[in-house]
């Protein structure tokens, strides 16, 4: 069973650029959340795609965006970047999209830097 | 916004020393996992709760959820170097998981 990858693995862009951040879930998980996570604190949650729509979202602006693809991996996409967002960026999948218990699991993450 | 609160941010012990991590909030959840991270890398499930007052072991550490499901701890007996990294808390509510603010553990040999 393969286990939650992302690319690329460290990333430097400049302020104003956009980038495009990729995850690809364990098998059998439909459902991908992404965190933005600064050093030394808990992640922040993104938003959340189950079954290749977005149901559900936390206090990001718009400028963060997503995709998730028919096999469930998924894409963050940053525009407009600002110092600000350089952070770890982290993707974590499960199986169900419900209110159901379930457990996630991490991908390594893409450490962003903006300059 | 931060749902879960733990404590204490930073602690660091002589190994072989006891501690305990606590994570609270005021909302209930429907389960809540417990995680370990170390620098550069994701986290790594350690645990997941459910039921309200369950207790699990893993080796030398304890976890217990709360009664009313809104806090959680874990604790380390003997904690060795290995255990060193950041300890992190989420609750699941609704379909999203919310993570605590972290509690960074140095473990000294």
């Known amino acids: 069973e393969t286990g939650v990858t992302q690319s690329p693995t460290h990333l430097i862009k400049t302020r104003g650029q956009q980038v495009t951040l990729r995850c690809s879930s364990q098998?059998?998980?439909?459902?991908v959340s992404w965190y933005q996570q600064a050093l030394g604190q808990g992640p922040q949650f993104i938003f959340q795609?189950?079954?290749?729509?977005?149901?559900g979202r936390g206090n990001f602006p718009p400028r963060f965006s997503g995709l998730q693809f028919p096999n469930y991996s998924s894409e963050l996409n940053v525009n407009a970047l600002e110092l600000d967002d350089s952070a770890l960026y982290l993707c974590a999948s499960r199986r169900g999209g419900g209110s159901s218990y379930n457990e996630q699991f991490f991908g390594p993450g893409t450490r962003l830097t903006v300059l | 916004t931060q749902l879960l609160e733990q404590s204490p941010q930073f602690l660091s012990i002589q190994e072989g020393e006891n501690l305990t991590v606590y994570c609270n909030s005021s909302?209930?959840?429907?389960?809540l996992q417990w995680y370990r991270q170390e620098p550069g890398e994701g986290p790594v499930l350690l645990v997941t709760v459910v039921t309200g007052g369950e207790v699990k072991k893993l080796k030398r550490l304890t976890f217990q959820f709360g009664d009313a499901r809104k806090d959680s701890s874990l604790h380390i007996t003997a904690a060795q170097p290995g255990d060193t990294g950041l300890y992190l808390c989420a609750g699941l509510t609704g379909n999203q998981f919310y993570f605590g603010t972290g509690t960074s553990l140095t473990v000294i040999p």
């Open positions: 795609y189950y079954r290749e729509e977005e149901n």
């Open positions: 098998s059998g998980h439909n459902t």
């Open positions: 909302s209930v959840f429907s389960s």
